[in-house]
């Protein structure tokens, strides 16, 4: 497993943005695939961004052509890049890392998670 902590959140404006980061404890090179997931209350939650150790990327439809998902191997940190960001995206933001498992396939690691709020 590796730990993950994000940072980044906070309050923005309809139509601003934010870049969220989440700095893993080693290398992330050899990890499978990170990924940017969010939880608003009441709600379950839901994945808003993966990239592969390739560097393909998956965005949620809600999300697409708005949010950019990147990962700087060097610095073992994923970023979230969030534009023209709107009210219903308003969460708490996590991040994970999925490293192989003999048993599983792989195991998924959380970060603690990171507040956006989004309001005039």
């Known amino acids: 497993q590796v730990q993950l902590v994000e940072s980044g959140g906070g309050l923005v404006q309809p139509g601003g943005s934010l870049r969220l980061s989440c700095a893993a404890s080693?290398?992330?090179?050899?990890?499978?695939?990170m990924g940017w997931f969010r939880q608003a209350p009441g709600k379950q939650r839901e994945l808003v961004a993966t990239i592969s150790s390739g560097g393909r990327t998956n965005y949620a439809d809600s999300v697409k052509d708005r949010f950019t998902i990147s990962r700087a191997n060097a610095k073992n940190t994923v970023y979230l890049q969030m534009n023209s960001l709107k009210p219903e995206d308003t969460a708490v933001y996590y991040c994970?890392?999925?490293?192989?498992?003999?048993?599983?396939?792989?195991?998924?690691?959380w970060g603690q998670g990171t507040q956006v709020t989004v309001s005039s």
């Open positions: 080693r290398s992330i090179f050899s990890i499978l695939a």
């Open positions: 994970s890392a999925d490293t192989p498992d003999r048993t599983s396939g792989y195991l998924r690691s």
